[in-house]
Nanobody
Framework: QVELVESGGGSVRAGGSLTLSCAAS?????????MGWFRQAPGREPEGIAT???????TYSTSVKGRFTISSDNAKNTLFLQMNSLKPEDTAMYYC??????????????????????RGQGTQVTVSS
């Protein structure tokens, strides 16, 4: 069973940067074939924002493309989300998640769904204007 623990959240002024980390343990390699980040603001639906497929393909939502970068260590034991040029609308709880998906299907819209293999407890990001 995969366990995910996020860290790195905090409060930052608009225009600032944060890097989130997600430590993964347990499970099989195939359970980490698609890893990603999604976020949820109060009163809103979860929003998938970035995925990293097994072939290295990175995919981003339009809301974060060009500002956020997803990456991992070689073994996918740690997933990162570098967030630059943060905006107040980026304020949300950020979660990492993982699923068994081949590259064509590893997309942000999928990683935010309830059917993922595992998700972490989340880390709060607050961006003030």
């Amino acid at each position: 069973q995969v366990e995910l623990v996020e860290s790195g959240g905090g409060s930052v002024r608009a225009g600032g940067s944060l890097t989130l980390s997600c430590a993964a343990s347990g499970g099989k390699n195939i359970d980490r074939s698609c890893m990603g980040w999604f976020r949820q603001a109060p009163g809103r639906e979860p929003e998938g924002i970035a995925t990293l497929a097994s072939d290295g393909m990175q995919t981003y939502s339009t809301s974060v493309k060009g500002r956020f970068t997803i990456s991992s260590d070689n073994a996918k034991n740690t997933l990162f989300l570098q967030m630059n040029s943060l905006k107040p609308e980026d304020t949300a709880m950020y979660y990492c998640a993982t699923d068994r998906l081949n590259p064509p299907f590893c997309r942000p819209s999928v990683i935010s769904g309830s059917g993922v293999i595992a998700r972490g407890q989340g880390t709060q990001v607050t961006v003030s204007s």
